[in-house]
């Protein structure tokens, strides 16, 4: 559980900081935040089971990988494509 509380902490430093806070609030919202993270985050490894190494596996190359090799295509070839069609 420190590793789940540490990794809440360094993603509320780094992506929910609020930026120009004084010192007095900024220790008490970090608290917080990182609270509020660490329940979320229990709550949804409680709530869903647990994938097995191969069904992990299986979902990586079977529906993610063909995924964003296509996305990388699109993203890739879209502009080219667009940039050689004649303006309308």
Known sequence: YANIMMMNT??????????????ETFTLLLMIKVS?????FLWIRASYPRFRYDQL?????????????ALCLWHTTLPIALFFLPPQ
């Open 36 to 40: 509020l993270l660490t329940m979320g």
């Open 57 to 69: 596996m299986h979902l990586l190359w079977k529906q993610f990988l063909p995924m964003t090799l």
């Open 10 to 23: 360094l993603s509320c430093v780094l992506f929910i900081s609020i930026g120009q806070a004084n010192q």
